[in-house]
């Protein structure tokens, strides 16, 4: 909105569309307001979000939810953990790893959970994005290890969208968050 203060999770938004394919009709071209919802950003959030939709309901790639909660246009709960689950493999999230892409999950799991942000969760939030901006800016990656404690997160993520709690990331997982499932 004209005139909204700049936030870093917008910011992070609009590094992770303005990094998306060369070739994606979606991705966010420079000229954009950092950490604003301008035109260009909302255009842009609304055709990733067709774009996710339309992939999910055509070829089965994703769970296509993200409409469930966010309005076209909009960063919600559901954009954000479609956007953070972007380019993670079940193949970097395992069990004694610690990788860029199990921070990229937790990201992701924790705008899945949240629907009602206290100034605590805003602060994660925003510690969240500033990992994500880094890592599109500078290439400087905020590693996470695979825990116990990030297995429970997948399980009870699994267990809230309908899926078998195997606690363990996969690819019915990540295609239900990036088609925007969210609790």
């Not at 774009?51 to 559901?78: H, M, Q, R, W, Y």
């Not at 972007?86 to 790893?97: A, D, L, W, Y």
């Amino acid at each position: 909105m004209p005139g909204s203060p700049k936030d870093l999770v917008v910011e992070f938004a609009q590094e992770r569309l303005a990094h998306l394919g060369s070739a994606n009709p979606c991705r966010l071209k420079p000229g954009w307001s950092p950490g604003v919802i301008d035109a260009p950003t909302r255009a842009s959030l609304a055709c990733y979000q067709q774009a996710v939709v339309d992939d999910g309901e055509k070829n089965g790639k994703n769970s296509a939810e993200i409409f469930k909660t966010d309005d076209k246009g909009t960063l919600g709960p559901a954009t954000l953990t479609s956007l953070w689950a972007q380019g993670i493999t079940p193949e970097k999230v395992r069990p004694g790893s610690t990788t860029w892409e199990t921070t990229q999950l937790m990201a992701a799991f924790w705008a899945a959970y949240n629907r009602h942000y206290s100034e605590a969760d805003l602060t994660r939030a925003r510690i969240n994005a500033q990992y994500g901006i880094d890592h599109f800016r500078t290439g400087r990656d905020a590693t996470s290890r695979y825990s116990s404690q990030v297995e429970t997160k997948i399980r009870d993520y699994q267990a809230a969208v309908g899926l078998e709690p195997s606690g363990t990331v996969d690819w019915p997982t990540l295609r239900k968050m990036i088609g925007g499932s969210v609790m």
